[in-house]
């Protein structure tokens, strides 16, 4: 079974800048898209952006210029720097993965993390 950890939230003045990171672990299976979605209280859980093994990224609108999604393939983990950061960025941050198990079945399969908190104050 994949699992997710998350790292890097904690609060910080509206602004500056946090990292927050997401590394997976698991055995035999191979990851084709990561994400990072958040949800502030009372809210749904929103896209913020994803990257494919091969690179391809989107995101938010309210995040563009202002978030980085990368990837390191190697250790099956994705970061998300974020700068210039808005008290409306205020939210729970979780990691999202999608892929394929080689030996099992079913073989695609979908984790989460379990969020990691961030608190923009203005």
């Known amino acids: 079974q994949v699992r997710l950890v998350e790292s890097g939230g904690g609060l910080v003045q509206a602004g500056g800048s946090l990292r927050l990171s997401c590394a997976a672990s698991?055995?035999?299976?191979?990851?084709?898209?990561m994400a990072w979605y958040r949800q502030a209280p009372g809210k749904q859980r929103d896209l913020v952006a994803t990257i494919s093994s091969g690179g391809s990224i989107t995101y938010a609108d309210s995040v563009k210029g202002r978030f980085t999604i990368s990837r390191d393939n190697a250790k099956n983990t994705v970061y998300l720097q974020m700068n210039s950061l808005e008290p409306e960025d205020t939210a729970a941050y979780y990691c999202h993965a999608s892929g394929r198990y080689y030996y099992s079945y079913p073989d695609t399969f979908v984790a989460w993390g379990q969020g990691t908190q961030v608190t923009v104050s203005s």
């Open positions: 698991g055995s035999d299976y191979r990851i084709d898209v």
